[in-house]
């Protein structure tokens, strides 16, 4: 787990996979399962996707595709660039939620973009396309989330969740073609993750990047019974099982400085606070994963801080995300906190997919941080942002001790971070932070390639290893990490070099890390293993290469296979297991030994099976390729817990430069035997290596330098301490010595000594402590031996100058003034350019013994910018800035004055040299301050002085690191540690030379305007640079020069020289007079190595050569390195003519040339740009090769013809090179011809692959003399015999022909391939009046949009779309893809000899025959279905094994057997680019790279032509052979007819907000606009559907380009270009495969497959033969012919291809059936991309269309195809509801009882009808419900495609309508009424009217089975039935609901007739809505209502009657009862006192 890597990216997520279980059925692995390639589409390559099957083939499938995976992102850039998402919603099903609105948002990133809502369904359609473009770095872009979440859209309340699924990008890129196509996504709802599926998404998914083809999302046919499971999304395993991560965080480590120490200092002037220095640093730990984080608590002030905390992340497991990032922060209370170091660990390599696959498992073990230099600075961090881990960081910064853990099935309860338990601190901290004492030792070879930027100041090394050996940090204790400050020197040519002679400097650091040796082993074992079978495979291709014997080739094949079974058999290179009883050692380590060893052991029986089965080279070498990238995807590492090696170039105390190299790659692995080298070592352990320092990495990557910021050559060894003795052994022919190290230093002040030294007289290189001799206390273990010595600095004896012979010395004269004054002498009057140098004057300028000056005077310097006298002013020379014009207030100026000096010794100045030698043996250095740079020889200005003392250390037994303890100056209880220095020291050196043999380069840059280079080499070895010889106006270079580099000087065993050799760096430059020379590339090479005499001489190469990591050419050369002692060396090659210092190639290096003939066919140019602000009008061509060149007459006006009328070109007897692999390219060069004799370069290109020129390429032989051949007797056989074969081809009529190669017998394996047509008579024969007549009418009618009058007219359904399905060939086999074809035309001329003929038709029967009725109006149907677009879906849409063909082609499949071919590509790429005749080679000029992508703009034209080369014999005398290019067609212009035949276009970019385009077609040939079809705009559409044909007249070749533009029509603004594509018209005419006008499969002279060509097929077959140089077939009969000696013979077959009537005479068809046998386009549709100049390379969509083009010298062509789209017909749907039983009663009365108030809305799905609704039947207590009740339902239908056609605005603001073309779907709600809240829902039912299910007749038979369930398997009990056919449907249907739980809930029953009428059978049937008049075509009655039905506050009595009375009826009764009784007892009462006193005293 490492982290701040290249390519690293900061946002959260994380990239790439994760776990997909594409497919469903079983996790067990049965048959339900799908294969790898059912899975992934067609091509396994999606991370952690999980294949099918199990077992082996499963394994090996999931390793297939984690291989692919790698390999599919390992090629991509770096840099930004533009990538486009295309996601198509289609529909969703079974979504959870009773009358839902869903609606589905679109999240990719930060974009977000919603579907549009669909109302009241569980099943919407969407079949919506969205984009998001993107600009970012593609390794940053592929991990990006894109999410679906589907809404349930309410109005007044914000959406609700129903599911979602997300993946990142990755995931999608890694599919094949980058695209997920039509898959179901299992959604789930992420805040009740336990609850299960929500429902189903289909979708489909591209992502598209630069120059990616795009295959076009197929329009999705929409089918009821479609299995779900076997086409699902999901995550692996389970059905996204909630997962719980839980990352231990145990403590952090090593954790820079983040925060100022101002406030410390302050806090300690004033006393206050702790002297206990403060680690100003507050660390926590941020944990990131799908866009959850979690967070650390912050411990302040802590540098190594312990957190013993746990953060827990929940997700759904396996995750479409694949990284966890875990990111150090500091706390910061005021600004936002600080990013220390970025770490990541990629689930991939944590955890494995599959049956034998483990969950996410890690440590615990240290994970590395890396990012900026440690360095704390108050000011910016120049390179923070590497910090954030999106680029390689450049230094360690800190490390943590993690763990992950995995749990399946439950959520985290929170995200805070808990405390860990403490025995599992315990546990870890026992044995998981056990250090083990590490020493890593490095030698300096080597330095070299040191820019002359950085050779200004002394430069230093630092070797470092996580924080240990950084010097420049003050909290790290010191080591002897850096080498010694040293001057570079120059080598007198470009570069500079540090002059470490024989005392390498050595560098060493002792550490402490974890004992990792296990994983350490195992990863370099793997890695060594596949280092060894890569140069054994590199060794199989050279062979390949240079076409070595088939024998050679096979044994070199066999000795890798042998080798690497030997490797992966040997035992000691088996990887180590690791043991249970080792506590250190993880779960992790157990899985992923297990997941090796399983591997290595496939490979191994694959490897033995390859051996013994092998047969064809190619594929063997393919399958050892896959064994390569299985083992690479072995060696991987996640738990090396041991930081990379990282070097630093140091100059003026800062850091320059920097190289990251792996641990393992030095560490070292110790052998019993320690004599023997252990196979477990790194691969560069303690070996030489080269290794390339970088400039840290720039955030925009703006003006990166091209220099290499240093070469070193050295030795790393790392080790544990206990085996350090090794590194001894390791160390070649060197002795490893230790010094102590001080300096001694002076001043001069009155002479030289110690007085006014400003630094300690005795002190460190810096100056910085004092290190007196007799301080130095000798270390433990350590003893003196000698005493102190001057050991002076090695480059103090160079001079700035060394190595040159000729240098340029300049001095400034700086001058000053006061404001107001007069210029005076400056106070510096002479100095450097920085001003700091004063010198006595120009004329004190001294030089040394061994130089003398070449100029005899000072001049100045005025070529610089500067005045008329040469002076630069500025303010003040500190700040420079100079300009060369004087302002008032400048104060200072300067003027250069320089003079050219040269090395000369005499024999006087050799003496005085070996004087100067004698003196600084003592050692001195000389400088202005101790603070500037040291020189050897002493100057008048020098006022400080310094030399090295030395004494040397020897090592005791087991003596520990040596240090030497100094106390402070000022405070002694600081004690400060000084290293010693250590050297590897050599006795003697090695004397080597180096020759260079340059023999050219191909393809190089162009770095000047005209785009040609004046081309050098520089070539670098060790410590020496030369230069080749400059090529002037050449992209081509060829040298064939040697350059010799003698007194090579390497130190080290010459064997191990010779394993290792140093690098051989060339680097290419142009040379410009003005300015710097321009950088060309770089390339790299080991040199072969020459150690005896008798050693073979290397051989040519091409090496490549690199310009900032992209490829820049190639250099053929070699590189020999020779051993120069004692032996002699090779004679020295031929010198070059006219230069006795230059040197050739030497014969037996160079090529073996032979003669050879190069015919040219230079045919003429094309679409040529301005040169030097003028056209070009009169162009010629120059051809040049193996140094001859021809060149053609100039056209005469390239206007009127842009071809050569001489175009054939001949180089007689050129030399060239034998073998192929050296073949020199051939240039083309371009010149205008102008007044005056000017002929300026228009342009250049270099052919570079002359091997595809060969003579047997080519067709151009004169036709062979003709010549009768007799057939044999032919005897008709007898009937049901078999024909005779064996020179008879039987050609059957039936669909079972098509082309081949050449011509052959009829086999259904040819593939169309295309060729020009021949001058020929044409079909229709008019007089030259009526020619004329017709010629007139089409020039008069120019440009035009031909629609043909047809009565089969529609457009092409939603399932037209299918055209990207592969297409059957007439065999049925498969197509490469979809094309189109033909439709009868109105009228057609009769050729000669055969009679008109119409299509049958049925003769009319009576009305009383029903039977015959029936059968006519089926014949008619059919004949109406049956036009161009039933063909086009019989050829596109292809049924699989056991299916039904597409219902919408089986009318026509009934009549016809003929097929259009469809290709899924241009035509041009189905046939190779139609460069049989010619290729388009485009013409450059221009500076940049001549590449395809043409990044720079540099193509100014094209050139079209071709080459043919072939030997001569070596005799002037032999017989010459033939000219093959001897029949060429005339190069004249040619008037054709162009029809341009578009169908429609897919997946067009939107370029309207609302997310649509409003497309229409513009047509330009060349420059002239011919149509604008913008009246005829289709709005609101990303798929439009044209059927347009146009006719232009083209005259070519001088109109020759046609481009197809979509435009966007926009209403106020300017028309925005959706994208164009462009035909070359040219190629096509003058193809072989004859692209005009495709070859239909049958001859038929009436019909829908009419022949449609201007020639009948024998003229075109004759034209053919003739082309091919075959005889003229020779017909014996109508049925048999004679062609290229084979006899082909027409046997009629009883299923013909169309009804006889239709076809015509039998010889046409013959010769047909002949031309099939060749290679022609045939009937055909291409499907091309478009592009927009704007995204050049960014695809904007496919068009699929095809071109006709008819020569009129040909004759006129016929009528065009009809292919207009279909138009809908009219219809009404009227439904009648009777009744409803068994519905939901929703509501409870007020007296109790459960009751609903039914009614029923209906509606056509997604029309633009309004909502019908019936009555409402009140108070229905049983769930009956009675209506009677009419809907009538216009709407548009096209019933050949099953489609309804709706026109409809999007919105109120719409301009226009958009069409639409959905199924015909019904549905019906059933509803509650309330009178004061909303209704309810109680359910609904959906028919489509295409395929209903059968009614019951009664409600009691009604059930749910009369639906079926394809998700359960359950089928409906009848057929579906199609509403259309039967016209009329009555009786009873079920009614559904879905419960919470996404169940089906019966929800009652529905009686009602659904009945179709056309818009005639209506206004004859007329009805009205609901019970209206006119209520006929049935008359509905009321309904008979029960009389509870009523609205209880419209009618009082009836709510009294039949609610309060029919339930309290008994209750009045009682209550007036009681009432009466009550009122009775009360008058009692009240009466009985006066009656009784009247009773008592008798009153009356």
């Not at 049925?1402 to 677009?1429: C, I, Q």
């Not at 096509?1628 to 070859?1639: D, E, I, N, P, V």
């Not at 299910?1893 to 409600?1899: G, L, M, R, S, Y």
Request: include cysteine; charged fraction near 30%.
């Amino acid at each position: 787990g490492g982290g701040g890597g290249e390519g690293a990216d900061e946002v959260d997520g994380g990239g790439g996979g994760g776990g997909f279980d594409d497919g469903g059925g079983d996790d067990d692995g049965d048959e339900a399962a799908p294969t790898a390639d059912e899975a992934a589409g067609g091509a396994a390559g999606a991370p952690g996707v999980v294949m099918g099957g199990s077992g082996k083939e499963g394994k090996a499938q999931r390793r297939a595709m984690l291989r692919r995976r790698k390999a599919n992102r390992a090629n991509l850039p770096k840099k930004p660039c533009d990538f486009q998402v295309r996601i198509h919603i289609i529909e969703a099903r079974k979504l959870v939620g009773q009358n839902i609105n869903p609606v589905v948002n679109v999240r990719v990133w930060d974009q977000v973009q919603p579907t549009a809502v669909k109302k009241a369904t569980n099943r919407p359609l969407f079949d919506q396309t969205f984009y998001f473009s993107f600009h970012m770095a593609p390794r940053e872009f592929l991990d990006k989330v894109v999410t679906f979440e589907v809404m349930n859209s309410r109005t007044l309340r914000s959406d609700s969740m129903i599911g979602t699924f997300q993946f990142d990008t990755g995931l999608c890129y890694d599919f094949e073609q980058h695209s997920i196509i039509q898959k179901w996504l299992l959604l789930t709802n992420p805040l009740d993750p336990n609850a299960g599926p929500k429902g189903y998404l289909k979708i489909s998914c591209s992502v598209v990047g630069p120059n990616d083809e795009v295959k076009p999302h197929p329009k999705a046919v929409l089918d009821d019974n479609c299995d779900i499971e076997s086409n699902l999304l999901r995550p692996s395993g389970v059905q996204l099982a909630p997962a719980t991560f839980t990352i231990r965080i145990y403590r952090a480590e090593d954790v820079p400085q983040m925060d100022t120490a101002l406030f410390e200092g302050v806090k300690k002037v004033l006393g206050v606070g702790s002297k206990k220095p403060k680690e100003l640093v507050d660390p926590y730990v941020q944990m990131s994963f799908a866009g959850n984080k979690s967070e650390t608590t912050t411990l302040y002030n802590n540098a190594n801080p312990e957190f013993k905390e746990e953060l827990k992340i929940g997700c759904k497991f396996p995750s479409m995300c694949d990284r966890i990032r875990l990111r150090l922060m500091d706390k910061d209370n005021f600004n936002r906190d600080d990013t220390v170091g970025t770490g990541y660990l990629n689930l991939s390599e944590i955890s494995a997919p599959g049956e034998t696959g483990f969950l996410p498992t890690f440590g615990p073990a240290w994970v590395n941080v890396y990012g900026s230099p440690r360095e704390y600075s108050d000011m910016m961090d120049e390179y923070d942002y590497l910090n954030q881990g999106i680029l390689e960081g450049v230094a360690y910064r800190a490390r943590m001790l993690i763990e992950v853990t995995s749990e399946i099935g439950v959520l985290p309860e929170t995200r805070k971070a808990l405390p860990i338990d403490d025995s599992e601190v315990a546990r870890v901290e026992q044995y998981f932070l056990r250090r083990r004492k590490f020493q890593l030792r490095a030698a300096f070879m080597e330095g070299t390639l040191v820019p002359e930027s950085v050779a200004d100041s002394p430069v230093s090394f630092e070797l470092s290893i996580g924080n240990y050996g950084n010097e420049l940090d003050k909290n790290v204790p010191p080591a002897s990490s850096t080498t010694q400050p040293t001057n570079p020197v120059s080598d007198g040519e470009f570069y500079y070099y540090l002059p470490w002679t024989k005392s390498k400097p050595c560098a060493s650091v002792t550490c402490h890390w974890e004992d990792v040796s296990g994983r350490i082993d195992a990863l370099n074992l793997l890695i060594n293993t596949c280092d060894r079978l890569e140069k054994s495979m590199q060794r199989v291709h050279h062979l390949q290469q240079i076409e070595a014997p088939p024998a050679e080739t096979a044994r070199a094949f066999i000795d890798l296979v042998d080798s690497l079974k030997k490797d992966l058999e040997d035992p000691r290179r088996q990887l180590p297991a690791p043991s249970r009883k080792n506590q250190t050692v993880t779960k992790l380590d157990f899985q992923i030994y297990a997941i090796r060893d399983q591997e290595i052991k496939a490979i191994m029986e694959s490897a033995q099976q390859l051996r013994m089965s092998a047969t064809d080279l190619v594929e063997a070498m393919n399958e050892v390729d896959t064994y390569l990238h299985r083992l690479r995807g072995l060696a991987f590492e996640g738990q090396n817990s041991v930081p990379d090696v990282i070097i630093w170039m140091l100059s003026n105390k800062k850091r320059v430069a920097f190289a990251r190299i792996p641990a393992n790659e030095v560490m070292y692995a110790h052998h019993a035997d320690s004599t023997k080298w252990t196979e477990a070592c790194g691969k560069n352990c303690g070996k030489p290596q080269t290794v390339y320092l970088r400039w840290p990495p720039k955030k925009d990557n703006t003006s990166p330098k091209f220099q290499v910021a240093a070469q070193l050559r050295l030795v790393i060894w790392l080790g544990q301490d206990q085996y350090a003795s090794d590194w001894i052994r390791s160390a070649d022919e060197g002795e490893i010595s230790v010094y102590a190290e001080t300096y001694e230093n002076q001043a001069n002040f009155l002479g030289w000594g110690k007085k006014g030294v400003s630094r300690p007289c005795w002190s460190d290189a810096n100056g910085k402590m004092a290190l007196e001799q007799d301080k130095f206390v000798e270390p433990e273990g350590w003893k003196w031996t000698g005493d102190w010595h001057i050991n002076p600095e090695s480059s103090s004896t160079f001079s700035s100058d060394s190595g040159k012979s000729e240098f340029l010395e300049d001095i400034f004269e700086y001058q000053e003034r006061i404001p107001g004054t007069s210029w005076g002498h400056a106070k510096t009057f002479w100095g450097n350019v920085r001003a700091d140098e004063a010198a006595g004057g120009r004329d004190e300028v001294e030089l040394e013994e061994d130089w003398v000056w070449q100029d005899p005077e000072w001049t100045l310097d005025k070529n610089r910018a500067c005045d008329e006298d040469g002076y630069e002013y500025t303010l003040d020379p500190s700040m420079a800035g100079y300009v060369p014009v004087e302002r008032n207030y400048h104060l200072c100026r300067r003027r250069r004055w320089v003079r050219r000096r040269m090395r000369h010794m005499t024999e006087k100045q050799k003496k005085k040299m070996a004087k100067r030698q004698e003196k600084m043996k003592e050692g001195w250095e000389y400088s202005r301050l101790f603070s500037t740079k040291f020189h050897a020889l002493e100057k008048k200005i020098d006022l400080v002085r310094r030399r090295r003392w030395h004494r040397k250390l020897v090592a005791q037994d087991n003596a520990a690191a040596p240090m030497f303890y100094f106390p402070d100056a000022d405070e002694e209880e600081i004690i400060h540690r000084v290293t010693p220095r250590m050297y590897m020291n050599f006795k003697d050196s090695h004397q080597y030379q180096l020759r260079v043999y340059l023999y050219q380069a191909r393809n190089v840059r162009s770095a000047d305007s005209s785009g040609l280079s004046d081309p050098y080499c520089r070539v670098a070895f060790s410590r020496q640079s030369t230069r080749s010889i400059i090529l002037k106006k050449t992209i081509m270079p060829t040298w064939d020069q040697t350059l010799i580099i003698d007194d090579i000087e390497l130190f080290g065993d010459p064997k191990i020289v010779a394993a290792v050799p140093p690098d051989v760096t060339i680097e290419l430059f142009d040379e410009d007079i003005i300015g710097k020379d321009e950088f060309l590339g770089r390339c790299t090479v080991k040199p072969h190595i020459r150690l005896q005499p008798n050693h073979p001489p290397p051989r040519l190469d091409w090496h490549p050569i690199k310009y900032f990591g992209k490829d820049a050419g190639e250099l053929l050369a070699a590189f020999h390195l020779m051993l120069n002692e004692g032996d002699e060396l090779p004679f020295a090659p031929e010198r070059m003519a006219g230069h006795d210092d230059l040197f050739r190639v030497p014969t037996g290096i160079r090529p073996v040339m032979q003669l050879m003939r190069v015919e040219a066919l230079c045919w003429g140019v094309r679409d040529l740009k301005r040169c030097q602000l003028l056209s070009v009008d009169k162009p010629h061509v120059a051809i040049s090769v193996g140094g001859k060149q021809v060149t053609t007459k100039p056209i005469k006006k390239m206007k009127k013809c842009p071809n050569y009328d001489d175009p054939h070109l001949v180089f007689e007897r050129v030399e060239l090179p034998k073998e192929e692999l050296y073949m020199p390219p051939l240039n083309i060069q371009v010149f205008d011809n102008r007044a005056f004799g000017r002929t300026p370069l228009v342009g250049t290109h270099s052919v570079i692959h002359m091997k595809n020129y060969k003579k047997d390429r080519f067709h151009f032989a004169p036709p062979l003399q003709q010549k009768r051949i007799e057939p044999p007797p032919v005897t008709p056989p007898p009937p049901g015999a078999a024909t005779p074969t064996s020179h008879i081809v039987e050609i059957r009529e039936s669909v079972g022909e098509t082309g081949g190669e050449g011509v052959r017998s009829a086999s259904p394996s040819a593939s169309p391939k295309p060729q020009p047509s021949v001058d020929d008579e044409p079909l229709v024969q008019l007089s030259p009046e009526d020619q004329a007549a017709a010629a007139k009418a089409i020039e008069a009618s120019g440009p035009a949009t031909i629609e043909p009058t047809s009565t089969t007219a529609s457009s092409p359904p939603a399932g037209a779309e299918g055209a990207t399905q592969p297409a059957a060939t007439p065999t049925g086999g498969a197509a490469k893809s979809p094309a189109t074809g033909a439709e009868p035309a109105p009228a057609v001329a009769t050729p000669a000899g055969e009679q008109p003929k119409s299509p049958t038709r049925p003769a009319s029967a009576t009305p009383s025959d029903g039977k015959l009725k029936k059968e006519v109006d089926e014949e008619e149907r059919k004949a109406k279905f049956v036009d161009w677009w039933s063909k086009y879906y019989a050829s596109t849409i292809i049924p699989a094994e056991g299916e039904e063909p597409d219902e919408r082609s089986l009318d026509y499949l009934e009549k016809y057997t003929d097929r259009i071919i469809v290709y899924d590509e241009p035509l041009e790429k189905a046939f190779g680019g139609f460069n049989d005749f010619v290729d388009t080679f485009p013409i450059f000029r221009g500076k940049g790279q001549r590449d395809e992508d043409d990044e720079d703009n540099q193509a100014v034209g094209k050139f079209k032509g071709i080459f043919c080369i072939y030997p001569l014999p070596e005799d002037d005398t032999a017989e010459q052979p033939p000219l093959v290019m001897s029949n060429i067609p005339s190069s004249k212009p040619q008037e054709c007819i162009v029809r341009i035949y578009v169908v429609k276009a897919n997946d067009l970019q939107p370029q309207d907000p609302n997310g649509k385009n409003d497309p229409y077609l513009r047509i330009y040939l060349g420059k002239e606009r011919l149509v604008n079809d913008k009246d005829s705009y289709i709005p609101n559409t990303l798929d439009p559907i044209f059927g347009k044909m146009f006719e232009i007249k083209a005259n070519l070749p001088v109109e020759h380009m046609l481009k197809i533009q979509l435009m966007d029509w926009d209403l106020l603004t300017a028309d925005d270009m959706i994208g164009q594509t462009v035909i070359d018209l040219e190629d096509r005419y003058l193809t072989k495969h004859r692209a005009t006008c495709g070859l239909s499969m049958s001859y038929c002279i009436d019909g829908t497959n009419i022949w449609r060509d201007n020639q009948r097929p024998t003229e075109l077959l004759e034209a053919v033969c003739g082309r091919r140089a075959l005889r003229a077939p020779e017909y014996l009969d109508d049925s048999r012919c004679m062609v290229a000696d084979q006899l082909y013979e027409l046997v009629p077959d009883d299923d013909l291809v169309a009804p006889p009537e239709e076809l015509g005479d039998m010889r046409e068809r013959l010769a047909l059936k002949v031309l099939h046998n060749f290679d022609l386009v045939p009937e055909h549709l291409e499907l091309r991309p478009l592009y927009n100049p704007l995204r050049p390379n960014l695809e904007c969509g496919k068009i699929q269309m095809w071109v006709d083009i008819f020569p009129e010298e040909k004759g006129i062509p016929r009528a065009p195809t009809n292919i207009s789209p279909r138009k809908p017909d009219e219809y009404e749907l009227r439904v009648i509801i009777y009744n409803v039983e068994e519905v939901p009663l929703d509501e409870t009365s007020i007296t109790g009882e459960q009751m609903s108030d039914i009614y029923l809305k209906g509606w056509l799905r997604d029309s633009a009808d309004k909502k019908h609704k019936t009555d409402v039947h009140y108070r229905s207590l049983n769930g009956e419900g009675n209506f009677n009740w009419r809907w009538i339902m216009p709407f548009e239908y096209i019933p050949a495609e099953k489609q309804m056609v709706i026109k409809k605005k999007a919105h109120f603001f719409s301009w226009d309508k958009t069409e639409i073309r959905r199924p015909a779907v019904l549905q019906l709600q059933v509803w509650d009424n309330d009178f004061f809240s909303l209704d309810d829902y109680l359910g609904s039912i959906e028919f489509n009217l295409c395929n209903m299910p059968p009614p019951a007749k009664t409600a009691r038979k009604c059930c749910q089975e009369q639906f079926g369930d394809p998700t359960v398997g359950r089928k409906p009990k009848k057929e579906y039935i199609n509403l259309f056919e039967s016209k009329r449907l009555q009786g009873w249907w079920p009614i559904r609901d879905i419960g919470p739980d996404g169940e089906v809930i019966h929800a009652g029953k529905l009686e009602m007739e659904v009945e179709i009428l056309t818009k005639e059978d209506s206004e004859l049937k007329p009805a009205g809505e609901s019970r209206d008049d006119p209520n006929t075509n049935p008359t509905l009655d009321p309904p008979n209502r029960p009389e509870t039905s009523f609205l209880w506050f419209t009618s009082p009595w009836k709510t009294f009657k039949f609610i309060i009375w029919r339930n309290y009826k008994w209750i009045i009764i009682g209550v007036l009862v009681l009432l009466l009784l009550v009122a009775f007892i009360a008058l009692i009462l009240y009466n009985v006192p006066g009656f009784s006193v009247r009773k008592a005293f008798g009153f009356q």
